[in-house]
């Protein structure tokens, strides 16, 4: 069975960082990229980007450039969203998802909520 | 990349048929075949109901149904159910080689 499983929900302070994990399980990662999705409280879901999973190149949507970090784990089926320089404006639920071709966002992680306060 | 533009809300009855429109520009929904619609409850995942305009994932009821006409995609649900009242986002390929999302449209089910 195809699954992503995402770390837990993680409460920082303005300016700390935080790192999401997405485990992949029931496919390899390698074989289909994976995308991050933001969702604010009470707003849509936004289109942060996608990494590679074969070569670990990344391309981020153009809100999404500087503090945001995709990146993949060096021995796990394992993706990771880094977000450095914490916002109280990044507070929102982080989605990882398999894109089976372009677009096609056919598996979702359960999502992880971080929340920026002080 | 500005979001496509969606309704913010539709409402249908039970048993009736009811349209989500997606509008892009020649950038992005008019110039591609992926298009993909999503349905969201809250405090869950996303769904994927439709990929490639038209096409369902195996699972997905065959009340759904995705079209596309010039720079607007549309969502088509017939037969109104009630589990179907959620958040429905549309998402479209963009010449830039990113996707990006409608604003969602809240569905609700009379």
């Known amino acids: 069975q195809v699954q992503l499983v995402q770390s837990g929900s993680e409460l920082k302070k303005p300016g700390a960082s935080v790192r999401v994990s997405c485990e992949a399980s029931?496919?390899?990662?390698?074989?289909?990229?994976i995308n991050w999705v933001r969702q604010v409280p009470g707003q849509g879901l936004e289109w942060m980007g996608w990494i590679d999973t074969n070569t670990g190149t990344p391309t981020y949507a153009r809100d999404f450039t500087g503090r945001f970090v995709f990146s993949l784990g060096t021995s796990v089926n394992t993706a990771y969203l880094q977000i450095n320089s914490l916002k109280v404006d990044d507070t929102a639920v982080y989605y990882c998802?398999?894109?089976?071709?372009?677009?096609?966002?056919?598996?979702w992680g359960q999502g992880t909520l971080v929340t920026v306060s002080s | 990349q500005s979001a496509l533009t969606q309704p913010a809300s539709v409402s249908g009855s039970l048993g009736q048929s009811i349209t989500i429109s997606c509008t892009g520009t020649s950038s992005d929904v008019g110039s591609y075949k992926y298009i993909s619609w999503y349905q969201h409850h809250p405090g869950k995942a996303p769904r994927l109901m439709i990929y490639e305009v038209s096409d369902r994932p195996s699972g997905v009821s065959d009340r759904f149904s995705g079209s596309k006409s010039g720079n607007t995609a549309s969502l088509t649900i017939s037969g109104l159910q009630a589990e179907d009242e959620a958040d429905y986002y549309c998402?479209?390929?963009?010449?830039?080689?990113?996707?990006?999302f409608g604003g969602g449209t809240k569905l609700t089910v009379l």
């Open positions: 029931g496919y390899t990662l390698s074989r289909h990229s």
């Open positions: 998402n479209s390929f963009t010449s830039s080689g990113t996707l990006v």
């Open positions: 998802a398999r894109d089976l071709a372009i677009g096609r966002l056919d598996t």
